[in-house]
């Protein structure tokens, strides 16, 4: 198959290599057809280091992957060959203390789709993953939507954290594909007034349309006064989606005490 190797800074190869086979009978075998660009990939792109962590190169990226089943083993009853999935890359080992107690993000052997030294990437014609790591898509949604499932469930997950957002005033500071997610999901939820803030044009603009009362540039405006000049008793939620700590800052000034 063809796989897109990422060999060093700013290269990418596409190699040919042999296509990964089904080894344990609830493996799937998954045809790649889309794969989200996450903000993880650019740094391995970008730089060969993430933080404290050195990238090895060379490796397959592509952890936002979705695609058709190709081949299934023995063992699988979730899908069967034909089937549009979402892959969940995060493959924990279904054993160990953490597996057991139900806590599988926090794996001991932990292993990621698209992370280098660990599992190969989406950005390949196939993709191997255990079956409870595949998820059937709707039959309303494309594999390209499929593919932004990832990015969204941070977003989900996200708003699950301030409990229900009904109703409540919030702030998103950061209106990249992960703000403009929370955006969506605020909506969705019936959240109330949304204000959202970003340093690229492009998404301010962006965040009007995902629905955003106000949207501003901290490079241009005051965000606290801007903020609190429409809500002057503060906000209920503060969503921070860039990591910046300007926009942390922001965050604590915006906030209703408490
Ligand atoms: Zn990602
Ligand atoms: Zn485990």
Redesign the pocket.
Known sequence: MKAAFLTGVRTIEIREIPAPRLVRDDDVLVRSKAVGVCGSDLHYYLSDSVGMDRVSYPFIPGHECAGVVEEVGGAVTRVKPGDAVVVEPAV?????????TGR?HT????LFLGHYGELTGGMAEFALAPERNCVPLPAKMSVVQGALAEPLSIALYAAGLAGSVRGKTAAILGAGPIGLCAAMVLKAEGAGALFMTDKVEARVKAAGTAGAEWAGNPDREDIAAEILGRESIGLDLVFECCGDQPALDQAVAVLKPG
Not at 92 to 100: A, K
Not at 107 to 110: D, G, M, S
């Open positions: 924990s080992c279904g054993t160990c203390d953490q597996c057991r599988p794996c001991r052997k932990l």
